[in-house]
C-alpha cells in the first residue's frame, strides 16, 4: 500500500498570506494525485487532480503542482473561506486508493 | 447539478448489519465509477470500496475485504454498501463519490457501532 504523507499536520497563516502546504508519497504515483478541501460539518471538495488541475469552480488562488513523490498544493492569498482542512489522495495504484493524513489551515 | 444523497446510517450493535444507499441525480450514471469513503470522528479520510460503472470491477480496503460488499443498480441510478459483522472501529460518517478521482461526494450518512 502506498503511504501518503503530508506535512506541517496544521499551518498557521494570515489572511492575505501564501500557504505552501506539502503531500509526500511512499512510492510513485506519477500525476494521479489530488487534493481536496474539507471545511467542519462538510464534505471533501474536489480542488485538484492531475496534481496541477484545477476542478470546476475552483479559483485561480489554488494551484497544485509535483509528480512522481513530491506534490504541492498553494493557496497564493488566504480568504478567509479557505482555513479548513486539506488532504492528498493518490489515484494511482490499485486496489487501495489512500489519503494523507490531512493539513489544517488555521488563521494566524 | 450533480446530486448524491445517502441514506441509512444508524445505531448499530457489534456484530450486526446494516445497509448504506446513495442515490444518484444529475448525471448519467452508468457512465461513472463510484466509490465509498468513510470518516471515523474527527479523524481523516478512509477510501472502503470502489465499483466500476458496469459493476464488473471491485476492490474493497483490506479492513473491510470479507464483511462489506458494494454494489449498484443503473436502473435505479443507485449505490449500495452492505455492511455485515460491523466492530465498533467501522463507526464513520460514510460517504458516496463519484468518478476517480472523487469529483462530487454526498452529504455523509454517519454509522455508529456500539453496544
Known amino acids: 500500500e502506498i503511504v501518503m504523507t503530508q506535512s506541517p499536520a496544521t499551518l498557521s497563516v494570515s489572511p492575505g498570506e501564501r500557504a505552501t502546504l506539502s503531500c509526500r508519497a511512499s512510492?510513485?504515483?506519477?500525476?494521479?494525485l489530488a487534493w481536496y478541501q474539507q471545511k467542519p460539518g462538510q464534505a471533501p471538495r474536489l480542488l485538484i487532480y492531475g496534481a496541477s488541475t484545477r476542478a470546476t469552480g475552483i479559483p485561480a488562488r489554488f494551484s497544485g503542482s509535483g509528480s512522481g513523490t513530491e506534490f504541492t498544493l498553494t493557496i497564493s492569498s488566504l480568504q478567509s473561506e479557505d482555513f479548513a482542512v486539506y488532504y492528498c489522495q493518490q489515484y494511482n495504484n490499485w486496489p487501495s486508493l489512500t489519503f494523507g493524513g490531512g493539513t489544517k489551515v488555521e488563521i494566524k | 447539478q450533480v446530486q448524491l444523497v445517502e441514506s441509512g446510517g444508524g445505531l448499530v450493535k457489534p456484530g450486526g448489519s446494516l445497509r448504506l444507499s446513495c442515490a444518484a441525480s444529475?448525471?448519467?450514471?452508468?457512465?461513472?465509477?463510484m466509490s465509498w469513503i468513510r470518516q471515523a470522528p474527527g479523524k481523516g479520510l478512509e477510501w472502503v470500496s470502489y465499483i466500476s460503472s458496469s459493476g464488473s470491477t471491485i476492490y474493497y480496503a483490506d479492513s473491510v475485504k470479507g464483511r462489506f460488499t458494494i454494489s449498484r443498480d443503473n436502473a435505479k441510478n443507485s449505490l449500495y454498501l452492505q455492511m455485515d459483522s460491523l466492530r465498533a472501529e467501522d463507526t464513520a460518517v460514510y460517504y458516496c463519490?463519484?468518478?476517480?478521482?472523487?469529483?462530487?461526494w454526498g452529504q455523509g450518512t454517519l454509522v455508529t457501532v456500539s453496544s
Open positions: 512510492q510513485s504515483v506519477s500525476s494521479n
Open positions: 463519490t463519484r468518478g476517480r478521482p472523487f469529483d462530487y
Open positions: 444529475g448525471f448519467t450514471f452508468s457512465d461513472y465509477s
